[in-house]
């Protein structure tokens, strides 16, 4: 399980790396179809096309890339060989010239934009795992070996809360940030793959919980704890949400008061279709939503600044998360204090499908999320001195 | 043509074995020229110049149905003699023939592997007769083989792209087959073999047919991608379809060129 490119000619690899390559260099939709390595040519080696990817390169602080006429030979060579497969069954042995074309244009890109491999392993770890327990205990593992300490709220008759705190790491503020191990139990007949191991096919990863929330729990764990310096950070993981979050709804509303935090985070958040982000902003009021207030749209103006170097636009609604599937709605939400700022951000799009078979996220806003996440810590050690 | 008692032994114990000369000279030259004529025919279709396509491709599949020259030369009487012999039955099927043309100066090596981990087919019973069309030396890249190694049975498929297999004490005992044009290399298809870069200035060229017993059933979960799949018209687990992979005549089948 991993981005590598294949030996075998029948294999859409390639195609699918110069695909995202595009969509983040010249805007492509990110909805869009695979592109035909004959359309990622014109793309690549059109003067507007290359020029794009030179301005791609240089915000990723990437260089040098090859020549246009250089890549255009090797697009040249390759497409040569799949036609020559097509029509008299000859090739270039072992792939020589699409793993040229890989090393050329792909390889500089490919840990800007995709994941790397301790994060899918560590994906792959969590999603394997389905009982309350082995949820917990993997999560307990990460998080005290990244310097929490952990409270387990619990009675017999409920999953464990996870009441994590670590104290601030060299920056000003106080982030809360909330969660969920537990997951809807998939129906494995439903999937086109087993959903208790993580999957990775056309740019997009798969796996039971891997939106809603595994995934991104995953994401922002291993973005922490390979950070030098953080805010002080407490977070709060439940296991019942998808029943209804019972015990969260007795314990959240005496745990969120006592907290006193520069930023409420949500369990993740959501890009349109086409990658445009959805920046979920908004201040608790005595009597409901507030709009950003001026301190958050200086944040919401950074995150967009972030958004734009994967070539995506940004919009915002002063809303919750929406995740209505129970009367009484999500405890985090209904418990956040009269003037606290909350933020939802993350790795979803609309094919998520979440509770639904073959639950998946885009691997591309793995990325945009992890930088992001260092957005928001800078913010809030900038705003929590005069606060 | 009857290999001896002591020769089939060794094809089994070590996992190859190198007869000659199977094919004359002026045949294999005739192989060769016919193949150059071709080449030229596809450039000129692809629409591009001799010299990149001959940079750019070097393995052809199934040139059988490309010319008729190849088509009597996957019933070479001999070569397909010896290959009933060495699998032990009476019918044996093309599973397909290859060509590969490793290029002078700029090739690759091609790592340690098993051919049949790569191969939709249900059981290992087939074999690879490797005709040399130059004569192959170390220099040029001629195979190498661990011998014995294919006793332990089909391993996992090797990455071509990131193989790293490393036989540790076992090296020693790896053995660099070169052979004159016209002779031909039998291996076994769980044999290890691999090839160095080519770092002459000319070509080596070596015409490859692989034999499988008749018996052998296409079971395509067996590997993850092969070209030969798209020619299958039976139902997973039935023999290969004849009119692509030609049943072997016991006796050649005369043809007149």
């Known amino acids: 399980m991993s981005f590598k490119i294949s030996m075998f000619s029948g294999s859409t690899d390639l195609d699918e790396a110069l695909t995202l390559l595009a969509q983040t260099a010249m805007g492509l939709p990110r909805d869009c179809k695979t592109l035909t390595l004959e359309q990622a040519h014109e793309y690549y080696c059109s003067e507007a096309g290359y020029n794009q990817l030179l301005q791609t390169a240089k915000r990723f602080q990437i260089n040098p890339l090859l020549k246009l006429q250089q890549l255009d030979r090797l697009f040249r060579d390759e497409l040569l060989s799949r036609k020559a497969l097509r029509t008299h069954a000859a090739r270039n042995v072992y792939n020589s010239g699409k793993v040229a074309l890989w090393q050329a244009l792909w390889t500089p890109f490919k840990d800007k934009l995709l994941p790397n491999q301790a994060l899918l392993q560590a994906m792959a770890d969590f999603i394997a795992l389905n009982t309350v327990q082995s949820g917990v205990n993997w999560l307990v593992q990460q998080l005290e070996s990244m310097g929490f300490a952990i409270k387990h709220l619990t009675n017999n008759k409920h999953s464990p809360i996870l009441f994590a705190h670590r104290a601030a790491m060299g920056m000003q503020g106080h982030v809360v940030l909330y969660g969920h191990y537990d997951t809807v139990k998939p129906q494995s007949e439903r999937w086109d793959t087993d959903p208790l191991q993580l999957t990775v096919k056309s740019n997009r990863l798969y796996g039971c919980g891997i939106g809603d929330n595994k995934g991104p729990l995953a994401v922002r764990l291993q973005t922490i704890a390979n950070l030098d310096k953080t805010p002080a950070l407490t977070w709060i993981i439940q296991g019942e949400e998808e029943i209804g979050s019972p015990f969260a709804h007795q314990q959240f509303p005496s745990l969120l008061q006592g907290l006193n935090a520069t930023l409420w985070l949500e369990e993740t958040g959501y890009q349109d279709d086409d990658g445009t982000q959805r920046v979920l902003a908004r201040v608790i009021g005595n009597e409901g939503n507030l709009p950003p207030d001026r301190f958050l749209w200086t944040l919401i103006e950074s995150l967009a600044q972030d958004a734009a170097l994967w070539n995506v636009g940004y919009r915002v609604e002063s809303r919750s998360l929406n995740k209505d599937f129970f009367e009484n709605g999500c405890p985090f939400n209904k418990q956040l204090p009269t003037g606290a700022r909350y933020l939802a951000i993350g790795i979803n799009d609309p094919r998520s499908g979440i509770h639904k078979p073959n639950e998946s996220i885009p691997a591309w806003t793995i990325r945009l999320h992890q930088r992001q996440l260092v957005t928001v810590f800078d913010w809030v050690n900038r705003i929590a001195p005069g606060e | ?257």
Not at chain 2, 169 to 179: L, M
Request: aromatic share 10%.
């Open chain 2, 1 to 257: 043509m009857q290999l001896t008692h002591q020769q089939i032994q060794f094809f089994h114990k070590e996992s190859y074995i190198a007869v000659g000369p199977l094919v004359d000279e002026s045949k294999t030259q005739q192989l060769k020229n016919t193949f150059s004529q071709l080449q030229r025919q596809w450039a000129q279709e692809q629409g591009e110049s001799l010299e990149d396509y001959c940079r750019v491709l070097s393995q052809w599949t199934n040139l059988w149905k490309q010319h008729l020259l190849f088509e009597a030369q996957i019933h070479h009487a001999n070569i397909t003699a010896i290959a009933r012999q060495l699998l032990g039955v009476s019918e044996i099927q093309l599973f397909h023939d290859h060509l590969i043309s490793k290029p002078p100066v700029h090739s690759k090596a091609v790592p340690w592997h098993q051919d049949y981990a790569f191969w939709p087919v249900d059981k290992p019973r087939a074999l690879s007769a490797w005709l040399a069309l130059d004569d192959v030396t170390e220099k040029s890249g001629c195979l190498e083989f661990l011998p014995g190694a294919h006793l332990d049975g089909e391993q996992a498929p090797q990455d071509f792209l990131g193989s790293d297999k490393d036989w540790g004490e076992r090296q020693t005992e790896v053995r660099k087959v070169p052979v004159p044009a016209g002779w031909v290399i039998f291996h076994n298809c769980l044999s290890w073999h691999m090839t160095a870069p080519n770092q002459t200035h000319q070509e080596r060229c070596a015409f490859i047919c692989i034999y499988m017993d008749a018996n052998c059933h296409w079971k395509p979960n067996h590997s993850e991608w092969h070209p030969t799949n798209d020619q299958v018209s039976v139902a997973p687990g039935e023999c290969f379809n004849m009119d692509e992979f030609p049943l072997i005549q016991s006796e050649g089948i005369g043809y007149e060129l």
